[in-house]
């Protein structure tokens, strides 16, 4: 079984600062996808990374693909307001299955 | 917004009733999926289709079973919902292997 934790569970900043927050396995994936979820709605996709060390980025948002890739980081650079959200990663497996882990829960304040 | 529908938005029942949550889309993509979303377990994965009447259990699929008769429309049932099945159902849909998946805005299910 493949385990995935995300850290920190929880974080709360204020607007202005940077920060990250991890996805580890035990496992090799094949690719793994990055989502933001916020209260009401269904997760929204932010970025897939496929290649070992793979670095992606979406304005203020950086991410990053473990070179062995079993491991992943989004960095958020002068975090906003819009920004509050639960941030989730999901590994894809060989068989084309997503894995969710619990999520970091993200609030930024004004 | 990806093309996706799920409807009810919001039930609430009694442990004991059927239940069938309906997910639409207009994007004819081939893969669509039913996640559960609980605290402290992300979401987790309960039937999944590959196309028209071709599903297949994940991960938490006991007390559920599914149907898929047009490309469209993916259904989830609860044959006879227990208090357990409590939860906020996501519908995803992905158009080919190993593209990215797309969500519905959930359904909340109380079952009282």
């Known amino acids: 079984t493949q385990l995935l934790e995300q850290s920190p569970q929880f974080l709360s900043i204020q607007e202005g600062e940077n920060l990250t927050v991890y996805c580890n396995s035990s496992?090799?994936?094949?690719?793994l996808q990055w989502y933001r979820q916020e209260p009401g709605e269904g997760p929204v996709l932010l970025v897939t990374?496929?290649?070992?060390?793979e670095v992606k980025k979406l304005k203020r948002l950086t991410f990053q693909f473990g070179d062995a890739r079993k491991d992943s980081s989004l960095h958020i650079t002068a975090a906003q307001t819009g920004d509050t959200g639960l941030y989730l990663c999901?590994?894809?497996?060989?068989?084309?299955?997503?894995?969710f882990g619990g999520g970091t829960r993200l609030m930024v304040k004004p | 917004d990806a093309g996706i529908t799920q409807s009810p938005r919001h039930k609430v029942t009694e442990t004991g009733t059927p239940v069938t949550l309906r997910c639409h889309q207009t994007?004819?993509?081939?893969?669509m999926y039913w996640y559960r979303q609980d605290p402290g377990h992300g979401l987790r994965l309960i039937h999944y289709?590959?196309?028209?009447?071709?599903?297949d259990k994940g991960e938490v699929s006991d007390g559920y079973s599914v149907s898929r008769s047009k490309t469209e429309d993916f259904l989830l049932t609860l044959e006879s919902a227990t208090s357990s099945q409590t939860s906020v159902y996501f519908c995803?849909?992905?158009?080919?292997?190993?593209?990215?998946?797309?969500f519905g805005d959930g359904t909340r299910l109380s079952i009282l």
């Open positions: 999901a590994p894809r497996n060989a068989g084309n299955m997503l894995t």
């Open positions: 496992s090799v994936f094949s690719s």
């Open positions: 990374v496929v290649t070992g060390g």
């Open positions: 994007e004819n993509h081939r893969y």
């Open positions: 289709s590959y196309g028209v009447k071709d599903t």
């Open positions: 995803a849909i992905q158009d080919g292997h190993n593209q990215p998946q797309h």
